[in-house]
Nanobody, 115 residues
């Protein structure tokens, strides 16, 4: 059974940093693409960043220059380094992994940024 488990969320003051991790288990191979999405209360789930198996990255405009996505294919793990955090970054952050045909989600980790 494939599972994605996020960690690293928490409470941080504005201007601070956090690093999220998402470890996949139950996979015999690496995901084609891994990514991070976030959902604030009362809002839809939005893209934060994605990264391909080859390392190509894509970021939402709201996090460009502040967040960095990376992955370790050998460990089937994706990371999100978040710097210069702002209160509007407060949300539940979800990890996503995709194969050619299936999409998987983690359970989410809460990130709260205080002003």
């Amino acid at each position: 059974q494939v599972q994605l488990v996020e960690s690293g969320g928490g409470l941080v003051q504005a201007g601070g940093s956090l690093r999220l991790s998402c470890a996949a288990s139950g996979m015999e191979f690496s995901f084609n693409r891994m990514g991070w999405y976030r959902q604030a209360p009362g809002k839809q789930r939005d893209l934060v960043a994605t990264i391909s198996k080859g390392g190509n990255t894509n970021y939402s405009d709201s996090v460009k220059g502040r967040f960095t996505i990376s992955r370790d294919n050998a460990k089937n793990t994706v990371y999100l380094q978040m710097n210069s955090l702002q209160p509007e970054d407060t949300a539940v952050y979800y990890c996503q992994g995709t194969t050619a045909t299936i999409l998987y989600w983690g359970q989410g980790t809460q990130v709260t940024v205080s002003s």
